[in-house]
Nanobody
Framework: QLQASGGGLVQAGGSLSLSCAAS????????VGWFRQAPGKEREFVAT???????YYSDSAKGRFTISGDRAKKTTYLQMNSLKPEDTAVYFC????????????????????WGQGTLVTVSS
């Protein structure tokens, strides 16, 4: 199971840190990623990290967001800085146990497990 938390209301330019805690069989995932879905829009890729620490970001997240993992705590984090109103969305974490070509990880179908989502609202 994956449990996402840390969402909330923040002003534009502010920061939030999201957490994704893994339990059960998902704890040995090769990849953990973050996606987001704004009202009326499709779910979109934000960032992903591998067990080895390789990271991959969307263009909108690059330079503002940082994904990291703490294997001992079985938790993956998404530090979001310089938030913009267009970052408002429900953020989901997802995990994939098996290996895959890195470029495939920007697709939601590449992930096997999903958390319940946490709402991030950025006010202007």
């Amino acid at each position: 199971q994956l449990q996402a938390s840390g969402g909330g209301l923040v002003q534009a330019g502010g920061s939030l840190s999201l957490s994704c805690a893994a339990s059960g069989r998902t704890f040995s995932n090769n990849y953990v990623g973050w996606f987001r879905q704004a009202p009326g829009k499709e779910r979109e890729f934000v960032a992903t990290t591998s067990r080895s620490g390789t990271t991959y970001y969307s263009d909108s997240a690059k330079g503002r967001f940082t994904i990291s993992g703490d294997r001992a705590k079985k938790t993956t984090y998404l530090q979001m800085n310089s938030l913009k109103p267009e970052d408002t969305a429900v953020y989901f974490c997802a995990a994939r146990p098996s290996s895959v070509i890195l470029s495939q990880l920007r697709n939601a179908y590449a992930y096997d497990y999903w958390g319940q989502g946490t709402l991030v609202t950025v006010s202007s």
